[in-house]
């Protein structure tokens, strides 16, 4: 049996890699994909903590970040689209149009 | 799950982690997520959540690697990060960043387990969480389904056409 630590761990790892894809890349897709892998690695801690204390909680909680993630994910590429089909081109560094 | 069989799946976790934020082709990316997603139900099945992997499987690995698939078919000629990065100094600052994250948080986790278990009754799965669901989480359960329903229409308003 694994301990929850090695679990929480690699979720940090994973967490980790995940800031930093959204700050070394340009793609805004990419940037997407990051976060998603930031909301998995919070995700599955969440999972081990609920197995640490012997409570589904943490697993009702995952069950609503998944839901949002998805609302989020929809949402997100559709304005994605929009801005490309606005722009034609699609690097985050040329998206300042909101920086005073 | 044993620890042989944690490693070579926490491996290719971070593997293919790594893969998604260094391969600059999108599609290269997104099947690097899928895997990676992937191995998290994997985890998700070797922690008792059977109801979590299967859904990781059915709205990740499905749905949103689609998603994500699609919108990279439609954004092809937007291949932006073949040209050198101007700002590439600034863009370095995110190694030593990510490492000062990476340190706090496994300091947090070291921390966080030096004290007692709990009490580790094992869950008995998919019944738990769907009396936890449709009884103290009912109300949250069902906002869901509006949230659901308000990014749908926000996603077709966002991407249709504007006519004239």
């Known amino acids: 049996m694994v301990p929850e630590a090695w679990y929480l761990g ?20 990419i940037i997407f994909m990051s976060i998603e892998l930031m909301l998995n690695a919070a995700n599955l801690a969440f999972v081990a903590f609920s197995h640490r204390l012997g ?10 970040v998944m839901a949002v993630a998805a609302a989020e994910v929809a949402v997100g590429l559709a304005i994605i689209v929009a801005i490309f089909r606005l722009r034609r081109r699609l690097s985050v560094d040329d998206l300042s149009l909101m920086r005073w | 799950m044993g620890t ?16 998604l934020i260094l391969r600059r082709n999108p599609i290269h990316a997104a099947l690097f997520l899928a895997v990676n997603l992937g191995t998290i139900a994997a ?43 101007p700002r590439r100094p600034y863009r ?30 094992a869950p008995d799965g998919v019944q738990a969480i769907a009396r936890l669901l449709f009884t103290d989480y ?16 926000g996603a077709l308003l966002m991407s249709r056409r504007r006519e004239g």
């Open chain 1, 10 to 29: 690699l979720s940090a790892v994973l967490f980790a890699i995940g800031v930093v894809g959204v700050i070394v890349r340009r793609d805004p897709l």
């Open chain 2, 4 to 19: 042989a069989t944690f490693v070579i799946l926490a491996v290719i976790a971070v593997g293919s982690a790594l893969g």
């Open chain 1, 55 to 64: 409570s589904t909680e943490g697993q009702a909680v995952v069950f609503f």
């Open chain 2, 92 to 121: 370095i600052l995110a190694l030593p960043i990510g490492a000062v994250l990476l340190a706090v948080l496994v300091a947090v986790v070291a921390m966080g387990m030096r004290g007692p278990a709990g009490a580790r009754t």
């Open chain 2, 43 to 85: 985890f998700y099945l070797a922690l008792g959540a059977e109801f979590l992997a299967i859904a990781q499987l059915a709205v990740y690995a499905g749905a949103i690697i689609v998603l994500f698939l699609f919108a990279i078919f439609v954004l092809i000629p937007a291949r932006e990060e073949t040209t050198p990065d």
């Open chain 2, 138 to 153: 009912l109300f949250p359960f069902e906002v869901t389904s509006v949230l659901l329903l308000a990014a749908m229409v």
